[in-house]
């Protein structure tokens, strides 16, 4: 059970005893009988109120349950068991157990939303995701989400005024989200639209028109600083960036976006390589293990391209009983990041360095280069899990190719997919839908060129420079969070070239026995994280374990939910309310079944 289900357990018990000494304590004494009313009377309010607690956000729940501590430090002496009754305390004390430190706190004024207007806008934001758990709000995390801390923003910033701030529900603000990242996986170009308050005037009730003297007002100029009230109270590493004010008519962050890119970084080597004296002999291998054929990668990303079937490229969820695996891929390509390596000097030595590999500078920086129109769960990392495979000499250039043959192999093979902090979906684009090159399905019709994207994006520093670069602009920001994570890196990198020139590799002694947890003939595979695993003899993907097909997934899923196939699933417009009168015919059924054998036996009696 979730950290959260057990604060939401807890909340309940508490709501329930702290009712009950309450009742206990204040109908014993009469000048608080009005306090009585408050926890005796309407005890239902309070579990009504309590019901949602899974939608409440983490740090709401953290301040109910010390609010709630609180309060039974205050009330617990009135219980008899304890010590006989004691006077109540005054319903302003009650209210002030709300503060965590019992101090009594200033009331905040409370925004009016019916004396402003709304617009809806987009807002583009970036986030690095390794700390949260994904960006879609889960009531069952751990961790918080992207979604929960932009919830908390607008709320905070009465941008939107929700009648139960602490839960989390987007459902009446016309939300809308092009990806759903992932835990774990990044994001710089992730767009949501959304309706907030507006500084618009709102039309006067007597019908008159406005002061001809006062100016017209600027849906730009005048509006709310979105973007900079939103970064005052988000986390460091979620930023708004730009919003745009003008959007076409139905938009859908979701469904008006035509193409998708994203990145997935490496380092060349991949892992450290051992000096040549101390390295085993592989089968076959054709790379230097610790580095990667970057040429064989790039041959390898160009057979994503075009539309093909990805079910060898995804996690499969038969709970959404997906039929159509075809995408569109734009671009695959892999390409050198310029300017950012971190030399770590000991790789320039000719035993860390493959044959014909230049003295420059190492570990260089990659990227996977992607470009769609939409992707599969976990397509991307599972596309980057067989191109470490190739670069590593592990697996042929045409292993793309095969997996893309559902044909000839209907069942995707068990192999591993990379680690999902390197990933980043790097932007969004919404193009002008009224193209006519863009007419038409644009998953299947095949499309030429380099599609622009058509929003009017207002981006921070546009609207003042010191949005962008004054002492609390987002640069200054991201540069502290970056040099915070610059000096750790500096640090472990000077550590690691420190260590790696103690002892000359030609002193080395040679291995001549496995070391801990290697078996013998056991080789090094990376698979996108921070180092290489053992994972003994390799097997190549085509002759591992078959897994089941997207088909056989569905059909068992469905059987767990009592239709004969998927296919007899799919014909119900929506299966949960198919179950669900099935389920009140069969209790009618049962229940006049009953009626009839009481009016059967009154009869016989």
């Known amino acids: 059970m979730s950290n959260l289900s057990h604060a939401a357990q807890y909340i309940r018990r508490a709501y329930e005893v702290t009712t009950k000494h309450c009742a206990r304590s204040l109908a014993s004494r009469n000048p608080h009988r009005q306090t009585l009313r408050t926890f005796s009377i309407n005890p239902r309010a309070m579990a009504d109120q309590a019901r949602d607690y899974k939608r409440w956000t983490k740090e709401s729940l953290v301040k109910r349950v010390k609010c709630l501590e609180e309060e039974l430090k205050r009330v617990e002496p009135s219980n008899p068991a304890l010590g006989g009754p004691s006077p109540a305390p005054p319903a302003d004390a009650i209210a002030d157990a709300a503060a965590p430190d019992g101090k009594k706190q200033k009331k905040k004024r409370k925004l009016d939303p019916s004396k402003y207007s709304t617009r809806l806008i987009a807002l583009k934001i970036a986030y690095l995701g390794k700390n949260y758990n994904g960006f879609e709000y889960q009531t069952s995390a751990s961790v918080p989400t992207i979604e929960e801390e932009l919830w908390k923003a607008l709320t905070k910033s009465c941008l939107i005024s929700p009648d139960k701030p602490d839960e989390v529900d987007f459902g009446p603000w016309e939300y809308s989200k092009c990806g759903r990242t992932d835990r774990g996986v990044s994001a710089f170009g ?31 100029a005048d509006e709310i600083a979105y973007c900079r009230i939103l970064n005052r109270l988000l986390p460091a590493d979620i930023r708004a960036v730009a919003w745009c004010p003008n959007l076409p008519p139905g938009f859908s962050a979701r469904f008006s976006c035509r193409e998708r890119q994203y990145r997935y970084f490496f380092t060349q080597p991949a892992f450290a390589p051992m000096p040549s004296n101390m390295e085993t002999a592989r089968a076959g291998a054709t790379v230097k293990e610790g580095w990667l054929d970057i040429q064989a990668m790039r041959e390898a990303a160009k057979s994503f391209e075009g539309l093909h079937d990805f079910r060898n490229f995804c996690k499969v969820d038969p709970g959404k009983q997906m039929t159509n695996f075809m995408r569109r891929m734009f671009e695959a390509d892999i390409v050198e990041v310029e300017d950012v390596q971190s030399a770590v000097p000991f790789l320039n030595g000719p035993d860390f360095r493959p044959d014909g590999v230049p003295g420059a500078p190492y570990p260089k920086v990659y990227y996977f280069h992607v470009r769609g129109s939409a992707f599969l769960w976990h397509q991307i990392r599972h596309m980057v899990g067989i191109l470490f495979a190739v670069g590593q000499g592990l697996e042929p250039p045409s292993i793309v190719s095969e997996l893309l043959d559902v044909e000839k192999h209907p069942r995707k093979p068990n192999y591993v997919m990379a680690d999902e902090v390197p990933l980043v979906l790097w932007d969004c684009i919404f193009p002008d839908l009224d193209d006519p090159l863009l007419k038409g399905n644009h998953d299947t019709d095949f499309f030429e060129g380099e599609i622009k994207d058509s929003m009017d994006w207002l981006w921070l ?21 970056w040099r915070e994570k610059k000096m750790d890196e500096l640090l472990a990198n000077r550590l690691l070239d420190w260590a790696s020139t103690r002892v000359s590799p030609v002193r080395a002694t040679p291995i ?50 009592g239709f004969a196939n998927a296919e007899e699933l799919s014909k119900t417009k929506n299966w949960r309310t198919a179950l669900k009168e099935a389920k009140n015919d069969a209790r009618t059924g049962a229940e006049a079944g009953e009626e009839g054998s009481v009016e059967m036996a009154d009869a016989s009696s």
């Open 190 to 220: 992730q767009v949501i639209g959304i309706r907030v308050r507006s500084n618009r005037p709102l039309p006067r009730d007597d019908g008159d028109a406005a002061d001809d003297d006062k100016p017209a007002w600027d849906p730009v």
């Open 461 to 481: 520093g546009e609207d003042s420079p010191l949005n962008l670069y004054g002492s609390s602009g987002v640069i200054d920001h991201l540069w502290g969070h």
């Open 512 to 561: 001549s026995v496995p070391g801990p947890g290697k078996r013998p003939g056991s080789q090094r595979v990376f698979e996108g994280g921070n180092g290489a695993k053992y994972v003994g003899k390799y097997i190549p993907v085509l002759k591992r374990q078959l897994l089941q097909s997207p088909e056989e997934m569905n059909d068992k899923w469905a059987q767990t939910k």
